[in-house]
């Protein structure tokens, strides 16, 4: 079964972090990859960009409508996610746990199974 582990991110509590604990969150996440990628159940993994450099596209009328930012407002953002491929949700659950993010106050992990998937080695 396919999950995705989802990451958001809080800028403002991510910012009060002291660096040796922003350093082990890093090396953390490095543990991780190698950990799932040698048993193989990581499928990939993605670091996304500050949203402050997104764009939302629209179509009103037939026409294209870009906008700068985000498309909500909110403290908490899309920071990056693993999709995995797993025996069960448990498993998921277990892999969630050991992210470091989920051992930081204020934040987590979000685990949601994938209903459909398509593209490259998928």
């Known amino acids: 079964m ?6 958001h991110n809080n800028p403002e509590l991510l910012n009060s972090l002291p660096p040796d604990v922003m350093d082990a969150i890093g090396k953390g996440h490095q543990e991780f990859i190698e950990k ?6 990581l499928i990939v993994t993605q670091a996304l960009a500050d949203p402050s450099t997104s764009k939302v596209v629209r179509t009103r009328d037939g ?3 870009v906008t700068d930012g985000p498309y909500l407002e909110a403290k ?5 996610y693993y999709l995995i491929d797993v ?7 277990e892999l969630a746990a050991m992210i470091p993010d989920a051992g930081i106050e204020g934040m987590g992990v979000e685990v949601r ?7 490259a080695d998928m």
């Open 2 to 7: 396919k999950y995705l582990l989802i990451m």
């Open 36 to 41: 799932i990628r040698a048993s193989g159940e």
């Open 63 to 65: 026409e294209r409508v």
């Open 76 to 80: 908490e953002y899309l920071g990056g």
């Open 87 to 93: 025996e069960n949700e448990e498993r998921a659950l």
């Open 113 to 119: 199974a994938v209903m459909f998937s398509h593209g």
